[in-house]
Structures are given as C-alpha cells and as structure tokens.
C-alpha cells in the first residue's frame, strides 16, 4: 500500500478545572495515496477531533501521526481542511476567495494561480469569478469552497461535514461534485459524515467508531461500483445491505 497518512496509537484527553475527559482512547489507521476514506460514529465521539489532530491544529496526548512517512508535529500545507460550511468572505469575488490560500501562504507563483483559473474554468465557476458569493447557489459555493481548498495543491483533503449546511436535493447533487473534482484532481480524501447513505455512495472504505472513548469499532471495504458517480451508487443492489449493516452497528454503539 502506497501510504500516505499513518495514525499510531493515538489518544485524546482533555483536562478541565474539575475532570479528566478520555475523548479518544486507541485509533490506529493507514491510508493510502488516492483513497476516498470516511469516518462515521456515534454524535460526540471525536470525529472531528481526529481531523484536528491530523491537521496539527491539535496536539494528541498519546501516539503519533506520520504523513508521507515523517511524524506530523505541526500543520502541513499539504494537508487542507474544509470546513461544514463554505465560509466564503462575503466581500470578496469568488476569484479572490479561490487565491485565498495563496495570499495566506504569500506565494507569488504564477503556476499556482494559472492553477486556480484552471479549476474554476474546469468545475463551471470561471463565468462567475467576479460576483460575489450572495449571488451564487449552495451547491456553487460548495464547489468554490472545493477550489479555494485545492488552491495550495494539497495532498490530503480533510473534510468536515462538508455538505451538513445543505438541503436533501442539494447536497445529493454536490456530493457527486465534490466526489468528481477530488477524483479528477488525484487528491485523498478523509470525509467525517453522520449521513451512512454518504458514506456508502462516496467512500472506498468506511472506519466505523465507537462511543466516547472512541476506539475503531469496525473497517468496511465498500465493493460497490467506483466507476459510476455516488449518485448512481445508491441504486446499487448492494447498497441497502451495506447501509443495513453499518447502521446496525451504530445503533448497538448508541444503546
């Protein structure tokens, strides 16, 4: 396996002026360079702890992260987060909010922005590069939040409930978006969802989490077709058999 991102044993508490929090007991996982992986557990077990942790932006309290074989110790611009809304500045274009990250990172390089033209030309946004975000749908802003993320050409895409903000038929249809930019793009994805049906239709493989102290309950290899689009993955045979067997799991988990 072409690894990419490693967790070794890591744990999480939190100290507070009366308690001692064990938020994350033991997760160890490896995954590999171009996998589409999603998180799924019961509410408050940790989930977005664990992309915190990989991001740098919190430390563990015990094990390691190791990405692209060196131990994480800090934030990496290789690794991005998106975050449950797009948090796009309103009072900025969509071009501007794309070179965003750019800015940020104060890297001048033509390539970079050649890139995010790219992107926007590529994913249908190119047209509304000067308006502002008010003016365009949930699913757009989505997409451009997708760009704006992809702009410091990371390797790894940490995505926290990304489409939780959206309505049913919206977010079914961004879904299939997001899924075809990171696929089409070469990124690897870790996707922290409640949705099981999300899961199922997005993900490679699916890492099922305990209750608070969180360990991993169970690893599902999804088999369902990779060569069709999450949307047409909830029409598969198999498909009420995986979110049946999942959603059992979770629910033994919250009794």
């Avoid at 926007?120 to 946004?125: A, F």
């Avoid at 003016?135 to 995505?159: D, F, K, N, W, Y």
């Amino acid at each position: 396996m072409n690894e990419i991102l490693k967790l070794d044993g890591v744990g999480l508490t939190y100290h507070t002026e009366t308690a001692e929090i064990h938020a994350i007991e033991d997760v160890s996982l490896d995954i590999a360079k171009g996998e589409f992986v999603a998180i799924i557990g019961p509410s408050g077990c940790g989930k977005t702890s664990i992309l915190s942790i990989i991001s740098g932006l919190l430390k563990p309290s015990r094990g390691k992260v190791y990405f692209n074989g060196k131990e994480l110790v800090k934030p990496d611009n290789s690794i991005a987060y998106m975050l449950q809304r797009d948090e796009l500045f309103p009072w900025r274009t969509i071009e501007k909010n794309a070179y965003l990250p750019l800015e940020i990172m104060r890297v001048k390089d033509a390539k970079r922005k050649t890139d995010v033209e790219r992107l926007l030309k590529k994913y249908g946004l190119w047209e509304f590069r000067k308006s502002y975000p008010e003016r365009l749908s949930g699913g757009m802003r989505q997409r451009a939040a997708l760009i704006r993320t992809l702009a410091s050409s990371p390797e790894l895409l940490l995505l926290d409930e990304p489409f939780s903000a959206l309505d049913y038929q919206t977010r079914l249809e961004v879904c299939d978006d997001v899924y075809s930019i990171i696929k089409s793009e070469k990124k690897t994805a870790l996707l922290v969802t409640h949705d099981i049906s999300e899961a199922i239709a997005m993900a490679d493989r699916i890492i099922v989490l305990t209750r608070r102290p969180t360990k991993i309950l169970n690893m599902h290899l999804i088999d369902t077709d990779k060569s069709i689009s999450p949307l047409k993955r909830r029409e598969s045979p198999d498909f009420g058999k995986w979110f049946e067997r999942i959603w059992r799991e979770l629910n033994n988990e919250n009794k």
